[in-house]
T-cell receptor
């Protein structure tokens, strides 16, 4: 069974631009969670989607948004990029909402210049 | 305040030696504790998951322990291999709230030949 895939793997953007990241969960998994990882803050929860609905949201500004499609694929969008948004963005999929068993993708490395 | 503290921050050991990583957590109401291994530039991979009623769980050469009374966990690695070089992240999760999952800052383990 294929693992979680994320595209693109690397991205360089300029301050003020917006970016969309994509995540394809493991086949059959219906929950997708997004995390931001930085050297200073570590891993931080962004949001969780289940059945096309956002179920939980972390403490991030409204510039961070996401959505989930009927095939469980998910996208996250960051608008008006700031230098501090440079990070590794990870998505994790699980069978059900808020499951103990989460499988992480390889991440998208976003650099904002 | 919910938090997870890991020690040491970094560790260097010789191949073949054993080591133990520590994790102290304060998450309430506590549901489960997870250990992840994260190779550089990759997503975290789950090693063990323990609920509050479990004291120990093994996964090959990795053995995790949990003391829910003292809110401490440890990850013991036996007969280390070069491929064990990675960051090890401790995660404490409460009941039914993905937004309140707390990630430790990780222990960076380096195995020297």
């Amino acid at each position: 069974k294929a693992g979680v895939t994320q595209t693109p793997r690397y991205l360089i953007k300029t301050r003020g631009q917006q970016v969309t990241l994509s995540c394809s969960p493991i086949s059959g998994h219906r929950s997708v969670s997004w995390y931001q990882q930085t050297p200073g803050q570590g891993l931080q929860f962004l949001f969780e989607y289940f059945s096309e609905t956002q179920r939980n949201k972390g403490n991030f500004p409204g510039r961070f948004s996401g959505r989930q499609f009927s095939n469980s694929r998910s996208e996250m969008n960051v608008s008006t990029l700031e230098l501090g948004d440079s990070a590794l963005y990870l998505c994790a999929s699980s069978l059900e909402q808020y499951s103990y068993e989460q499988y992480f993708g390889p991440g998208t490395r976003l650099t904002v210049t | 305040k919910n938090q997870v503290e890991q020690s040491p921050q970094s560790l260097i050991i010789l191949e073949g030696k054993n080591c133990t990583l520590q994790c102290n957590y304060t998450v309430s109401p506590f549901s489960n504790l997870r250990w992840y291994k994260q190779d550089t530039g990759r997503g975290p991979v789950s090693l063990t998951i323990m609920t509050f009623s479990e004291n120990t769980k093994s996964n090959g050469r990795y053995t995790a322990t949990l003391d829910a009374d003292t809110k401490q966990s440890s990850l013991h690695i036996t007969a280390s291999q070069l491929s064990d070089s990675a960051s090890y992240i401790c995660v404490a999760a409460p009941y039914s709230s993905a937004s309140k999952i707390i990630f430790g800052s990780g222990t960076r383990l380096s195995i020297r030949p």
